[in-house]
């Protein structure tokens, strides 16, 4: 997949008492827009419990570069950054663009995969593996050596 970024339709509900998008939509739009690229390429909420796997969140952090207003017309991508070799631990970047091209917001994520019902790690199977490899990567993607600390 070379690519992948999902215009977002702004809500008035997204929007604070200071007339711009409040800070906790950016994560809402970024959790939105990597379900999206799962479901896409076939990780549907169905097959991730057929696999009884899930992804989790260790880290999420959001940098805002400019106001985005109800009128802005917004995008927003989703690039892998770094990962092991396996895929059982992440991170995934995602901009949030405005319509002219400007980056309004940079969110950086560290995940991993968790097995539903033992309530631990996980490694992910081969199909997740394989959705996974495919991702856009950043220009500046790393493969984490797991023996490294």
């Given at each position: 997949?070379?690519?992948?970024?999902?215009?977002?339709?702004?809500?008035?509900?997204?929007?604070?008492?200071?007339r711009h998008l409040r800070?906790?939509?950016?994560?809402?739009?970024?959790?939105?827009?990597?379900?999206?690229?799962?479901?896409?390429?076939?990780?549907?909420?169905m097959k991730l419990e057929?696999?009884?796997?899930?992804?989790?969140?260790?880290?999420?952090?959001?940098?805002?570069?400019?106001?985005?207003?109800?009128?802005?017309?917004?995008?927003?991508?989703?690039?892998?950054?770094?990962?092991?070799?396996?895929?059982?631990?992440?991170?995934?970047?995602?901009?949030?663009?405005?319509?002219?091209?400007?980056?309004?917001?940079?969110?950086?994520?560290?995940?991993?995969?968790?097995?539903?019902?033992?309530?631990?790690?996980?490694?992910?199977?081969?199909?997740?593996?394989?959705?996974?490899?495919?991702?856009?990567?950043?220009?500046?993607?790393?493969?984490?050596?797991?023996?490294k600390k």
């Amino acid at each position: 997949m070379e690519n992948f970024n999902i215009p977002i339709q702004i809500r008035w509900s997204d929007i604070d008492q200071n007339r711009h998008l409040r800070h906790s939509a950016y994560y809402d739009y970024g959790a939105m827009v990597r379900i999206s690229c799962f479901t896409e390429q076939g990780l549907t909420t169905m097959k991730l419990e057929e696999l009884n796997i899930g992804p989790i969140l260790f880290r999420e952090e959001a940098i805002f570069k400019r106001e985005i207003k109800y009128e802005d017309k917004i995008s927003v991508d989703l690039q892998l950054l770094k990962s092991l070799p396996d895929f059982s631990r992440w991170s995934i970047r995602h901009h949030i663009y405005k319509e002219d091209k400007t980056l309004a917001a940079i969110l950086n994520l560290d995940g991993a995969w968790i097995n539903i019902a033992k309530r631990k790690l996980a490694v992910p199977d081969p199909f997740i593996q394989k959705i996974f490899a495919d991702f856009p990567k950043s220009e500046n993607f790393e493969w984490v050596d797991p023996l490294k600390k």
